[in-house]
């Protein structure tokens, strides 16, 4: 059964942006925060942002400034917004959900900003 469905990923140019939109399907229930980390080839698995269910937000350093995440609770949605984005922001971002007491994990998509 699908969880979390993402979508948003792709090529952009350096200095260029994109939208991450992170859906969980209705049967997850009593989400507490969702959010989104990245894997960059030969590099563990890193938080870029969460967002918990009272609105509290948590970003990277690398992205503080640059990227926005937001949550639309009613959709079960989580959005990150990707602005001024720099080569070393390419990876997979996998989408997060917490619902104690279980995590899932989104299937990844990947974002790859050119020089």
């Known amino acids: 059964q699908v969880q979390l469905v993402e979508s948003g990923g792709g090529l952009v140019q350096a200095g260029g942006s994109l939208r991450l939109s992170c859906a969980a399907s209705?049967?997850?229930?009593?989400?507490?925060?969702m959010g989104w980390y990245r894997q960059a080839p030969g590099k563990q698995r890193e938080l870029v942002a969460t967002?918990?269910?009272?609105?509290?937000?948590n970003y990277a350093d690398s992205v503080k400034g640059r990227f926005t995440i937001s949550r639309d609770a009613a959709k079960n949605t989580v959005y990150l917004q990707m602005n001024s984005l720099k080569p070393e922001d390419t990876a997979v971002y996998y989408c997060?959900?917490?619902?104690?007491?279980?995590?899932?994990w989104g299937q990844g998509t990947q974002v790859t900003v050119s020089s």
């Open positions: 967002i918990a269910r009272g609105g509290s937000i």
């Open positions: 209705a049967s997850i229930f009593r989400i507490n925060d």
């Open positions: 997060n959900c917490n619902a104690p007491p279980y995590t899932y």
